[in-house]
Every structure is written in C-alpha cells, then in structure tokens.
C-alpha cells in the first residue's frame, strides 16, 4: 500500500502546488494575494466558491476528522451536537452576514476584522490585541494541525522519517499559500471539498464490503460498543462540559472568525454571502453528519489498541485488505484527509498572514510607500511574514506537546482564547458609534480578560490533571469577555447619567449664585422684556436646556448629550456653547424650553423666575400655563429625586 499512499499525497502536492502557482504567477501586488477589495484576483466570485470554501473551513483535519474518530467510543453519538452547533454558528453568521458586508464596503479598503473593531470602538489598541489573539489562535491551530497530521502519516509510512513528512507537509503549505494567496485557497478549498465528497463515498463502500465479507451485518454490528448509537449518558464523563464548551466554539465564534471576514472581503456582491452561507449551513450538516457516523461505525470494522486513533486502525485495515476496492478506497482516503489538512492550513496561514501584515507589520514601518497595494516589494514582505509565522508557531506547538498537551487541550485552548473577540464583534455590529467610542478601553480589557482566562484554564487543567475542565475553557473566556464588556457597558452608562445630573446640579447651584431659580407662581400681571446681551446670565449658568430629538438633528448632534430618554445640550460647565459675545447664535432655532423661560408650569399652576431681570410688571403678557411644557421635562424622566430637590430648594408655593 505504500505506494499507493505516496502517489496520492503525490498527485495533492503537485494539484495544489499547481493552483497556487498559476495564481500565484498573476499576482502582481499585496492586494491580488489579500482580499483587500482592490485586486483582481482575491475574490469569491459566487455563492458556490463562498459555500464550498467556508464550509471547507469547518473540516479540519485535526480537529474535526480526528478528533471525530477518538471520540466516537467516549461520546458516540452525542458528536450530532457537533453537527447541530456547526449549521447554528453558520446561521448565526448569516444573520449577521448582509450587515457586515455592508459595514466592510463603506470603507476605502476592505478592513480585517481587527481594523474593522478598530476603527469602531476607536482604539488601535484593540486592534493590535485582537489581531496578536488571532494570529495566535490561528497559528496554534494550523501547527496542530500540521502534528496531527505528521503522526498520522508517521504511522502510515513506517519507513520515512518524522522529520521528512513534516517537512514535506509544511514546505507544501507554506509554498501554495505564500505563492496563490487567497485565491489559491479558495480554490483549493473547492478541491477540498469533492475530495472530501469522495472520501464520504468510499468509505462506506469499504465498510459495506467489509461487513459482507466478514460475516454479516449483524455479527458486526454487534462489535459496537455499547452505548455509542445511543443517546445515553451513563459513563459518559465530562459530557456536559463537552456539550458547552462545542456549543461556545462552534455557535458564536464563525462570527468572529478572521477566516470568514476574508471570504466576506472577498465577495463582490452582497448575495454572494447570504446565499453562499445559506448553502454552507446545508453543505456543513450533510457533511459533518456523515463523518460523525462514519466515526460512530468504525468499530463495526476495528477494534482499535488501546492509545491508537480508530482512524489509523481502519486504515492499516484497508492497507491489509486484499483486492482492487481497497488499494481505491485508500487512494481516495489519502487525498481527502491529506487535502482537508492542507486547506484547513492553508486557511489558518492567509488568515494571519493578512492579520500580521495589515494589522501589525503596516502600523510599525513608518515610510510605507505610496501605492502599496501594487508594489512588488510589499508582496514579498507579506509572503515572509507568512512563511516565518508559520514556522515559529510550528515549533511553538511542538513545545507545548513536550509539555504534556495533547491535541484536544490545544483545540479548546486555542478556539477557547479567540472566543474573546466575538462579543465585541456582536457590539460593534449592533452598537452605534458613539457608543462604541466610550467602550474603547473595556474592550481591550474584555479582549485581553477572555484570552487570558481561555490558555489559563487550559494551562491550569493541565497542571491539575483535570481532562473535562480544559471543555470549559471556551465557556470561561468567552463568560469572561462578555463579562468586561457588560461590565463595561454599565460604567460608561453611569458615567454618562452621572454627567448629566452633575451638570443638572451644577446649574441649579450656578443658577442660585446669580439670582436665578427663585421660582414663584405667577399670580399677578407681568411680562419679560429681556435684556439680551446686558444679561444673558440664564444661558450663561442654565445652559444645558432640554431639547427634543427634532431640535437637536436642527442643533447637530455634536452639540448634544443624552441620558436615558432626554437630551441636552452639550454645555460647558453650564455655559450654553451657543451662547456667542452675549447672545444667542441660534437665536432662530434655539429650543423651545430656551423660549418658555422664564415661566414653568408646576402641577399645572404658572410660576416664574423672579430672578429674571428682564421681567416688568407694567402689563401683562403672561403665557397661558397649558403653553408651557411642564417642569419635570427639563430632567431625564428617572430622576424624580433631582425633580423633588430642585423644587424643594428653588420653587415657593405661595
Ligand atoms: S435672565 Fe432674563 S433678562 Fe437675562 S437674558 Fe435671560 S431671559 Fe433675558
Ligand atoms: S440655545 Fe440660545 S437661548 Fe438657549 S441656552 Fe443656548 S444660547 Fe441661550
């Protein structure tokens, strides 16, 4: 069978290294190898390229195939939840999908994901750490992927150095990815998937010749064991936690997922996202759902030695079956496990390597030169970055399996710390900006919290030997950043509220200092004749008047503050900003709260300021008290206290 094995892996070299050639030899600048929205060539061009390529994502090698078949006989059927976790992260992306194309198009130049939470909540800060959590994240996973694999191959070819086959299944990576760019992932990612396609054929046609020929169906089935094709939970240590942690990986985290934000960028039209994630959520279930009973009834063929993936067991199976099926079934095996464990890297590499050289590298050289788009130079800068990210991240990994991690811990610690980003993604998308802007130092703190609780927990389940808790540390980072954020969210709300009272009572307290708010009923025949810019001490002391939201787009919305469901205007220590050499600058506009004074309408009586000096006894050409908006208007409605005090302290009912 080896040499079967070595001209499949063979053939996918020189397939995938062709695509990425002959994109790679049209690439003339950064933008035909990024999807930065400019270049011809890294686009999607249809909701097929989208479909297939995200859904290709989703099958990692590593972390889905792998992972499937260990876990079969420790979870058996319950790995559906994958299934069902994986089609509702995609559906939670679509829902979202429109929204972000929209908000990626109004920029110049499609944003990265981090630039994109940047510019939002205005803080390079979070840009720059949101971009470090990624590339981490991404990196960890590609070099996971890339040990996964070598063990796998390893035990497949017993005659070739480790060392070699991780050379080979890197350099290849490296190579296409570097060359093709984003292009030639999404290409390869469509490989990937018929290749995939044909896996799921094949081997079900190797199970069914297998159970004919080795005494039937029932004799077979009986190998099962117990409890894998049922739903039972008897035994089934740490299935709770499991349930958890997939749900939190596999629900929120596509929407902040770098990966899906480049195919996003590179979609040229709207429908090319919604439809092709519509038809990813189809595709995904399809495919994960047969790899899940694929996983379930290997052991109706092996029975597995104790420590050996049932993957590995099934294939020296077919290796040592005679006959022309399994020489087939293993040519075709070879080139969809080893094509999902290229594209999954590949994936993970343009992901970082765009987020490394946008994000990163860009923001640190100072003379980026002018075009940089088309320049040649840049192109090969990014091509390094790739090449030298990728391989520090493989002996990164490499350290932490010497340090007792195994595969699992890494998939949950590297998906737990990247969850971080995903409920800032959420805020940006459904916040407004103003908003967002005050929440720029929570979010690098609720970022930074949720990655460094999601490798703590892992790193703390390690040191205590703790083989469910490392399930929960996606739950924990991504509780944890959500956590920041809320907190975050209240701070800057009271603060806010807090503002506006303050100024409220500043002005009452400013205003009583000058004579004014001596208010009194208006009982007796009066009128105002005021004295313009030879006072103006009511604008100068009780300048944060209430406005209505039609007077405040006719003001502008700078000049405005809210809290709760009332807004001001943006005073300067009680000073009105439009209050210009003693008079009104918006004398034509001005609000009409600036209009009633000095008369108020308290419990439906007439009251007036006394303090006015601009009102005469002479005659009376006082207001009807129906035309006047009563008192409590010129406070945010929550704030019966601040009404109560006021009163108390400026009104005299007699
Ligand atoms: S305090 Fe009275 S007189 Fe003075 S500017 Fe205001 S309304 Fe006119
Ligand atoms: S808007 Fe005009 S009238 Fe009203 S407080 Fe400001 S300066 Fe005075």
């Given at each position: 069978?080896?040499?079967?094995?070595?001209?499949?892996?063979?053939?996918v070299?020189?397939?995938?290294?062709?695509?990425?050639?002959?994109?790679?030899?049209?690439?003339?600048?950064i933008?035909?190898?990024?999807?930065?929205?400019?270049?011809?060539?890294?686009?999607?061009?249809?909701?097929?390229?989208?479909?297939?390529s995200?859904?290709?994502?989703?099958?990692?090698?590593a972390?889905?195939?792998?992972?499937?078949f260990?876990?079969?006989?420790?979870?058996?059927?319950?790995?559906?939840?994958?299934?069902?976790?994986?089609?509702?992260?995609?559906?939670?992306?679509?829902?979202?999908?429109?929204?972000i194309?929209?908000?990626?198009?109004?920029?110049?130049?499609?944003?990265?994901?981090?630039e994109?939470?940047?510019?939002?909540?205005d803080?390079?800060?979070?840009?720059?750490v949101?971009?470090?959590?990624t590339?981490?994240?991404f990196?960890g996973?590609?070099?996971?992927?890339l040990?996964?694999?070598?063990?796998?191959?390893?035990?497949?070819?017993?005659?070739?150095?480790?060392?070699?086959?991780?050379?080979?299944l890197?350099t290849?990576?490296?190579?296409?990815?570097?060359?093709?760019?984003?292009?030639?992932?999404?290409?390869?990612?469509r490989?990937?998937m018929?290749?995939?396609?044909?896996?799921?054929?094949?081997?079900?046609?190797?199970?069914?010749?297998?159970?004919?020929?080795?005494?039937?169906?029932?004799?077979?089935?009986?190998?099962?064991?117990?409890?894998?094709?049922?739903?039972?939970?008897?035994?089934?240590?740490?299935?709770?936690?499991?349930?958890?942690?997939?749900?939190?990986?596999?629900v929120?985290?596509?929407?902040?997922?770098?990966?899906?934000?480049?195919?996003i960028?590179g979609?040229?039209?709207?429908?090319?996202?919604?439809?092709?994630?519509f038809?990813g959520?189809?595709?995904?279930?399809?495919?994960?759902?047969a790899?899940?009973?694929?996983?379930?009834?290997?052991?109706?063929?092996?029975t597995?030695?104790d420590?050996?993936?049932?993957?590995?067991?099934l294939?020296?199976?077919v290796?040592?079956?005679?006959?022309?099926?399994?020489?087939?079934?293993?040519?075709?095996?070879?080139?969809g496990?080893?094509?999902?464990?290229?594209s999954?890297?590949?994936?993970q590499?343009?992901?970082?390597?765009?987020?490394?050289?946008?994000?990163?590298?860009?923001k640190?050289?100072?003379?980026?030169?002018?075009?940089?788009?088309?320049?040649?130079?840049?192109l090969?800068?990014?091509?390094?970055?790739?090449?030298?990210?990728?391989?520090?991240?493989?002996?990164l990994?490499?350290?932490?399996?010497?340090?007792?991690?195994?595969?699992?811990?890494?998939v949950f610690?590297?998906?737990?710390?990247?969850?971080?980003?995903?409920?800032?993604?959420l805020?940006?998308?459904?916040?407004?900006?103003?908003?967002?802007?005050?929440?720029?130092?929570?979010a690098?703190?609720?970022?930074?919290?949720?990655?460094?609780v999601?490798w703590?927990?892992?790193?703390?389940?390690?040191v205590?030997?703790?083989?469910?808790?490392?399930?929960l540390?996606?739950?924990?980072?991504?509780?944890a950043?959500?956590?920041?954020?809320?907190?975050?969210?209240?701070?800057a709300?009271?603060?806010?509220?807090?503002?506006?009272?303050?100024?409220?009572?500043?002005?009452v307290?400013?205003?009583?200092?000058?004579?004014?708010?001596?208010?009194?009923p208006?009982?007796?025949?009066?009128?105002?004749?005021?004295?313009?810019?030879?006072?103006?001490?009511?604008?100068?002391?009780?300048?944060t008047?209430?406005?209505?939201p039609?007077?405040?787009?006719?003001?502008?919305?700078d000049?405005?503050?809210?809290?709760d469901?009332?807004?001001?205007?943006?005073s300067?220590?009680?000073?009105?900003?439009f209050?210009?050499?003693g008079?009104?600058?918006?004398?034509?506009?001005?609000p009409?709260?600036?209009?009633?004074?000095?008369?108020?309408?308290?419990?439906?009586?007439?009251?007036?300021?006394?303090g006015?000096?601009?009102?005469?006894?002479?005659?009376?050409?006082?207001?009807?008290?129906?035309?006047?908006?009563?008192?409590?208007?010129f406070?945010?409605?929550?704030?019966?206290?601040l009404?109560?005090?006021?009163?108390?302290?400026?009104?005299?009912r007699?």
């Open positions: 069978m080896i040499p079967i094995i070595i001209s499949s892996l063979g053939l070299l020189i397939v995938y290294l062709g695509i990425g050639f002959a994109v790679g030899g049209r690439a003339t600048g933008d035909d190898l990024l999807p930065m929205g400019r270049g011809k060539q890294a686009r999607v061009n249809n909701s097929a390229e989208f479909s297939a995200t859904v290709a994502t989703t099958i990692s090698f972390m889905v195939i792998m992972a499937f260990d876990l079969a006989a420790w979870f058996g059927i319950w790995l559906l939840w994958t299934v069902v976790t994986t089609a509702g992260g995609l559906l939670f992306v679509r829902f979202f999908a429109g929204k194309w929209d908000k990626m198009n109004s920029y110049e130049r499609k944003p990265t994901l981090h994109f939470l940047g510019s939002q909540y803080s390079g800060a979070l840009a720059h949101g971009a470090v959590c590339s981490l994240g990196l996973a590609f070099a996971a992927e040990t996964v694999g070598s063990i796998f191959f390893r035990d497949l070819l017993p005659g070739i150095a480790p060392w070699v086959i991780v050379l080979v890197s290849v990576a490296f190579l296409y990815t570097a060359i093709g760019g984003f292009r030639a992932v999404i290409v390869t990612d490989v990937q018929f290749s995939i396609w044909l896996l799921l054929l094949s081997l079900p046609t190797f199970y069914c010749y297998y159970i004919f020929t080795h005494g039937g169906w029932s004799v077979c089935f009986a190998n099962i064991p117990e409890g894998t094709l049922t739903f039972s939970t008897q035994g089934r240590v740490g299935l709770l936690s499991f349930m958890l942690g997939i749900f939190v990986i596999n929120p985290t596509y929407l902040s997922d770098m990966s899906v934000w480049q195919r960028a979609a040229q039209e709207r429908e090319t996202v919604t439809r092709g994630l038809r959520v189809f595709s995904a279930s399809v495919t994960w759902g790899l899940v009973m694929l996983a379930c009834m290997v052991f109706m063929i092996v597995p030695p420590g050996e993936n049932p993957l590995i067991t294939l020296k199976t290796s040592q079956t005679s006959g022309i099926l399994a020489p087939v079934v293993m040519f075709i095996i070879v080139i496990l080893y094509g999902a464990m290229l999954t890297a590949s994936t590499l343009i992901a970082v390597s765009q987020t490394l050289y946008v994000d990163i590298f860009s640190y050289v100072k003379h980026i030169p002018e075009g940089r788009e088309r320049s040649r130079k840049e090969i800068i990014s091509r390094w970055i790739l090449v030298i990210a990728a391989i520090t991240s493989t002996i990994v490499q350290v932490f399996t010497i340090a007792g991690f195994t595969i699992k811990d890494l610690a590297i998906y737990g710390s990247q969850l971080g980003l995903c409920p800032l993604v805020m940006a998308l459904l916040g407004k900006g103003e908003k967002l802007k005050k929440l720029s130092t929570s690098v703190i609720a970022l930074s919290s949720g990655f460094i999601g703590g927990t892992a790193i703390y389940a390690q205590v030997g703790d083989g469910t808790l490392i399930f540390a996606p739950v924990f980072s991504l509780a950043s959500s956590l920041f954020l809320v907190i975050g969210i209240v701070v709300s009271c603060k806010q509220k807090e503002h506006v009272n303050w100024i409220l009572i500043k002005s307290w400013r205003a009583r200092r000058k004579g004014l708010y001596r208010i009194v208006a009982d007796k025949p009066m009128r105002l004749d005021c004295l313009m810019d030879r006072c103006s001490i009511c604008c100068d002391s009780i300048g008047p209430v406005i209505t039609e007077e405040a787009k006719r003001i502008g919305d000049a405005v503050m809210k809290s469901d009332a807004m001001f205007i943006r300067n220590d009680c000073v009105c900003p209050l210009k050499k008079l009104c600058s918006i004398h034509a506009i001005r009409n709260s600036c209009r009633e004074y000095p008369w108020y309408n308290i419990d439906g009586r007439l009251y007036y300021d006394k006015c000096p601009g009102v005469k006894y002479d005659k009376d050409e006082r207001p009807t008290v129906t035309d006047i908006e009563p008192f409590e208007r406070f945010p409605k929550k704030q019966g206290l009404v109560r005090l006021t009163k108390a302290i400026c009104v005299k007699y």
